[in-house]
């Protein structure tokens, strides 16, 4: 079982930046794709975005196209979620997950993101 432990999440003006990290317990090379999802009030969970650990491609929402970047550092683990130009409707509980190829997928404890002026 791979453990997840989420940080970065909190209040900023739209338009400002956040950067959620996303820590992993398991190894490096046990995981292939980790990413993010979010959840806002009154609406459904969302994949936002993905990044395979092998290859280190990428995939987004169209919603959060050119203004966020996942990105992985495999030595300690992590991904990261680079939030740029934060609007309203960004606003959710941001949840990541790591897909292990022995254990399955894993998701951390979720963080909120409140993007308000």
């Known amino acids: 079982q791979v453990q997840l432990v989420e940080s970065g999440g909190g209040l900023v003006q739209p338009g400002g930046s956040l950067r959620l990290s996303c820590a992993a317990s398991?190894?490096?090379?046990?995981?292939?794709?980790m990413g993010w999802y979010r959840q806002a009030p009154g609406k459904e969970r969302e994949l936002v975005a993905r990044i395979i650990t092998s290859t280190h491609s990428t995939n987004y929402a169209d919603s959060v196209k050119g203004r966020f970047t996942i990105s992985r550092e495999n030595a300690k683990n992590t991904v990261y979620l680079q939030m740029n130009s934060l609007k309203s409707e960004d606003t959710a509980v941001y949840y990541c997950?790591?897909?292990?190829?022995?254990?399955?997928?894993?998701w951390g404890q979720g963080t909120q993101v409140t993007v308000s002026s």
């Open positions: 398991g190894s490096m090379f046990s995981i292939n794709a």
């Open positions: 997950y790591a897909d292990n190829r022995v254990s399955g997928r894993s």
